[in-house]
């Protein structure tokens, strides 16, 4: 059975750090991309980051130079740094695997990042 978990979400001000986890279970963690996406209340889903199964990352425009994506293989773990943080980064944050060979995707639950004053 495969299962992403996150955590590391919480209330945090303005400017203020985060660093979250998605360990993965049931899947060759070094198989797959593993991607961070976030949902705000009325809004899409959106790719926040990526990290390829060589390293290769991605980020979206609105967080790049703020979030950095990373990857411990041997823990099967993905993980989002996220530092200066705005009031606009505010929303559930998911975690994504997916499959190099067969591009078959697995979500995690998501964890809750609200940043207020």
Known sequence: QVQLVESGG?????????RLS??????????HVMSWYRQSPGKQRELVAS?????????????????????DNAKSTAYLQMNTLK?????????????????RDYWGQGTQVTVSS
């Open 10 to 18: 919480d209330l945090v001000q303005p400017g203020g750090s985060l």
């Open 87 to 103: 009031f606009e980064d505010t929303a559930v944050y998911y975690c994504k695997a997916r499959a190099v060979f067969t591009q």
């Open 51 to 71: 990290i390829g199964a060589g390293g290769s990352v991605n980020y979206a425009d609105s967080v790049k130079g703020r979030f950095t994506i990373s990857r």
């Open 22 to 31: 998605c360990a993965a279970s049931g899947i060759i963690f070094s198989s």
